[in-house]
C-alpha cells in the first residue's frame, strides 16, 4: 500500500484516480504515525515550493521524511521538496539530495512554464523506468527545474537547459513530470513504484 | 524536445457533449467521458472541455462531469466555461481538472487573472481570447464572439500575461468555422510578443492547416473541435503528417 502525503499542496484527485486506474492501494498520510502503515510513500504537490514546504513543516511532517527507510517518490513540486534548495520563495528544502531548484526564467529564451509533453533520456536504467523506452514523452508542467547532476539525476530532459526529469538517491525518487497524466507511461512509472 | 500538442476541444451542455461526432466506435456519441477516453487512446495531447451553458444550477454536472474524466482518462485535460470566481476554479481542480480557461469574466474582471494565480499558480490559468478583425484592428468579442469590445486583443493578451496567465487559448472568430486554416499571420504576431504558451485555435480543415499553424506561427498547440469530432482528421494520421513535416510531435 502507497501512503500519500496529505499536506493540503495542490488537489490528489488525479493522482488517487491513476492508481485506481491501475489497481494499486492508497492511503493518507495526515500525521507522522501514519507513515508506518504503508510500506512506501509519495509526496504529490503543485503550486508553489515554499509554500509547499512550510505547509509540510505544519503538518510536523517534514523531520520524519528523511529518515525514512522505504520508498519514497516525490512528484513534481513534491520532488523539489526532496531538494536543498528552491528559488521559488528562496525556501531552505528537505535538503535529502543535495541539489538545488533553479528559476527557468532568465535562464532559458523558451516560453515559462514549461507545459506539455517531452521527451526523457534514462540515465543507468533506473528501476523507476523499467518498461519503458528512452526518449519516452511525460507531461510537464513547471516554471522551476532541478538541475542536472550526474550522481543523482535518473533521466534528463532539455528545455533550454539540460535538467532533471527524475532524481534518486538511495530510497528516494523524485520525478518532475505529472505520471498520473502522461498516459500508459505514466501509469506504468506508478506501476514500477509500486513493485520497487 | 517540448512536443507541438494536439487538442480536441469538446463542447459540453448539461453534461452531454453537443456538437455532432462520427465516431464509428462509440456506444454513445454524448458522452463527454466516453468521447475523452477515445480521444486518448488516438493520441491526443490534451483536451479541452467547454460547458457551454455552464449556470449555478448545472455546476453540479460539470464537477460530476470533470471528476469522471480525471478517473478515466490519463492525459490532462481543462475546463471552462462559467467560472467567475476563486470558489469556482477551487472546486473544479479538486475535482481533477488540470486548468481552467476564463473568458469575459476576465475581460469584465482583469483582476481575477491575479486573483487565480495567487491561489493556484500560474499554470493553471488559461486565458481564452476570442478575436475578429474590425476595421483593421483585431479586437476582443464576448459571449461567444456575439458582443465587440473597444479592447485590442494584443494590448489584451500582453495584460493577461503580466497579470498571471499561464497558457493562452486564442480563437479567430473571422477564421473559427470556416475550414479555411488558422489565422497563422495574427497568430505569429501574438506567439512573438507573448512569454507563455499559446493555442491556435479556429480554422482548422484539413492536415496541412496544422502544418501551416506550427510552421509559420510557431504557436505550442492546435485545437480543433468538428474535424475531429467527425472523423474528417484521425489523431494517429494528423501526428505522421505532422512528424513527416519535421514538426516535433509525440
Same mark, same amino acid.
Given at each position: 500500500?502507497?501512503?500519500?502525503?496529505?499536506?493540503?499542496?495542490?488537489?490528489?484527485f488525479s493522482?488517487?484516480a491513476?492508481?485506481?486506474?491501475?489497481?494499486?492501494?492508497?492511503?493518507?498520510?495526515?500525521?507522522?504515525?501514519?507513515?508506518?502503515?504503508?510500506?512506501?510513500?509519495?509526496?504529490?504537490?503543485?503550486?508553489?515550493?515554499?509554500?509547499?514546504?512550510?505547509?509540510?513543516?505544519?503538518?510536523?511532517?517534514?523531520?520524519?521524511?528523511?529518515?525514512?527507510? %522505504?520508498?519514497?517518490?516525490?512528484?513534481?513540486?513534491?520532488?523539489?521538496?526532496?531538494?536543498?534548495?528552491?528559488?521559488?520563495?528562496?525556501?531552505?528544502?528537505? %535538503?535529502?539530495?543535495?541539489?538545488?531548484?533553479?528559476?527557468?526564467?532568465?535562464?532559458?529564451?523558451?516560453?515559462?512554464?514549461?507545459?506539455?509533453?517531452?521527451?526523457?533520456?534514462?540515465?543507468?536504467?533506473?528501476?523507476?523506468?523499467?518498461?519503458?523506452?528512452?526518449?519516452?514523452?511525460?507531461?510537464?508542467?513547471?516554471?522551476?527545474?532541478?538541475?542536472?547532476?550526474?550522481?543523482?539525476?535518473?533521466?534528463?530532459?532539455?528545455?533550454?537547459?539540460?535538467?532533471?526529469?527524475?532524481?534518486?538517491?538511495?530510497?528516494?525518487?523524485?520525478?518532475?513530470?505529472?505520471?498520473?497524466?502522461?498516459?500508459?507511461?505514466?501509469?506504468?512509472?506508478?506501476?514500477?513504484?509500486?513493485?520497487? | 524536445?517540448?512536443?507541438?500538442?494536439?487538442?480536441?476541444?469538446l463542447?459540453v451542455k448539461d453534461g452531454r457533449t453537443?456538437?455532432?461526432?462520427?465516431?464509428?466506435?462509440?456506444?454513445d456519441?454524448g458522452d463527454p467521458v466516453e468521447l475523452a477516453?477515445?480521444?486518448?487512446?488516438?493520441?491526443?495531447?490534451?483536451?479541452?472541455f467547454?460547458d457551454?451553458t455552464a449556470t449555478h444550477e448545472n455546476r453540479k454536472t460539470t464537477i460530476d462531469l470533470v471528476k469522471a474524466v480525471a478517473r478515466q482518462v490519463?492525459?490532462?485535460f481543462?475546463i471552462?466555461g462559467g467560472?467567475?470566481?476563486?470558489?469556482d476554479?477551487?472546486i473544479l481542480l479538486n475535482a481533477g481538472a488540470?486548468?481552467?480557461?476564463?473568458?469575459?469574466?476576465?475581460?469584465?474582471?482583469? %483582476?481575477?487573472?491575479?486573483?487565480?494565480?495567487?491561489?493556484?499558480?500560474?499554470?493553471?490559468?488559461?486565458?481564452?481570447?476570442?478575436?475578429?478583425?474590425?476595421?483593421?484592428?483585431?479586437?476582443?468579442?464576448?459571449?461567444?464572439?456575439?458582443?465587440?469590445?473597444?479592447?485590442?486583443?494584443?494590448?489584451?493578451?500582453?495584460?493577461?500575461?503580466?497579470?498571471?496567465?499561464?497558457?493562452?487559448?486564442?480563437?479567430?472568430?473571422?477564421?473559427?468555422?470556416?475550414?479555411?486554416?488558422?489565422?497563422?499571420?495574427?497568430?505569429?504576431?501574438?506567439?512573438?510578443?507573448?512569454?507563455?504558451?499559446?493555442?491556435?485555435?479556429?480554422?482548422?480543415?484539413?492536415?496541412?492547416?496544422?502544418?501551416?499553424?506550427?510552421? %509559420?506561427?510557431?504557436?505550442?498547440?492546435?485545437?480543433?473541435?468538428?474535424?475531429?469530432?467527425?472523423?474528417?482528421?484521425?489523431?494517429?494520421?494528423?501526428?505522421?503528417?505532422?512528424?513527416?513535416?519535421?514538426?516535433?510531435?509525440?
Amino acid at each position: 500500500m502507497i501512503g500519500i502525503v496529505n499536506y493540503g499542496a495542490g488537489n490528489i484527485f488525479s493522482l488517487t484516480a491513476a492508481l485506481d486506474r491501475v489497481g494499486i492501494g492508497y492511503g493518507m498520510v495526515n500525521e507522522a504515525s501514519d507513515l508506518d502503515l504503508y510500506d512506501r510513500i509519495i509526496i504529490p504537490g503543485v503550486g508553489h515550493a515554499g509554500a509547499a514546504m512550510e505547509k509540510l513543516v505544519q503538518s510536523g511532517l517534514s523531520s520524519y521524511i528523511a529518515s525514512l527507510e %522505504k520508498p519514497v517518490l516525490g512528484i513534481c513540486v513534491g520532488m523539489q521538496l526532496l531538494t536543498s534548495f528552491s528559488e521559488e520563495g528562496n525556501a531552505d528544502l528537505l %535538503k535529502i539530495v543535495p541539489l538545488k531548484t533553479l528559476h527557468f526564467g532568465g535562464r532559458v529564451t523558451e516560453k515559462v512554464p514549461h507545459m506539455g509533453w517531452n521527451s526523457i533520456q534514462i540515465q543507468n536504467g533506473s528501476t523507476l523506468f523499467q518498461g519503458i523506452e528512452d526518449n519516452a514523452y511525460f507531461y510537464f508542467v513547471h516554471s522551476y527545474f532541478i538541475e542536472y547532476e550526474a550522481d543523482f539525476t535518473s533521466a534528463v530532459c532539455r528545455y533550454g537547459v539540460d535538467f532533471s526529469a527524475a532524481i534518486q538517491k538511495n530510497n528516494f525518487y523524485g520525478v518532475q513530470f505529472h505520471p498520473e497524466k502522461s498516459g500508459k507511461d505514466g501509469e506504468q512509472l506508478l506501476l514500477n513504484f509500486s513493485r520497487i | 524536445m517540448l512536443a507541438k500538442r494536439i487538442i480536441p476541444c469538446l463542447d459540453v451542455k448539461d453534461g452531454r457533449t453537443v456538437k455532432g461526432v462520427n465516431f464509428v466506435d462509440l456506444r454513445d456519441a454524448g458522452d463527454p467521458v466516453e468521447l475523452a477516453w477515445q480521444y486518448s487512446q488516438q493520441g491526443a495531447d490534451e483536451l479541452v472541455f467547454l460547458d457551454i451553458t455552464a449556470t449555478h444550477e448545472n455546476r453540479k454536472t460539470t464537477i460530476d462531469l470533470v471528476k469522471a474524466v480525471a478517473r478515466q482518462v490519463n492525459i490532462p485535460f481543462t475546463i471552462g466555461g462559467g467560472i467567475n470566481e476563486v470558489k469556482d476554479a477551487d472546486i473544479l481542480l479538486n475535482a481533477g481538472a488540470d486548468k481552467i480557461s476564463i473568458n469575459s469574466a476576465a475581460v469584465r474582471n482583469p %483582476k481575477l487573472i491575479d486573483d487565480f494565480a495567487r491561489a493556484f499558480g500560474r499554470q493553471f490559468v488559461v486565458i481564452a481570447a476570442d478575436t475578429r478583425l474590425v476595421d483593421g484592428k483585431q479586437l476582443i468579442h464576448l459571449r461567444g464572439g456575439r458582443e465587440r469590445t473597444e479592447i485590442e486583443t494584443l494590448n489584451w493578451l500582453q495584460e493577461a500575461e503580466e497579470r498571471g496567465a499561464g497558457e493562452i487559448l486564442l480563437t479567430s472568430m473571422d477564421h473559427d468555422g470556416t475550414k479555411d486554416g488558422f489565422d497563422t499571420t495574427f497568430l505569429a504576431k501574438v506567439n512573438a510578443m507573448v512569454h507563455i504558451p499559446l493555442i491556435a485555435s479556429g480554422g482548422a480543415g484539413s492536415q496541412q492547416h496544422f502544418v501551416d499553424v506550427f510552421e %509559420k506561427a510557431g504557436v505550442d498547440a492546435a485545437l480543433a473541435a468538428s474535424v475531429f469530432h467527425y472523423g474528417e482528421i484521425l489523431i494517429p494520421d494528423l501526428k505522421q503528417t505532422l512528424r513527416t513535416a519535421g514538426v516535433v510531435v509525440r
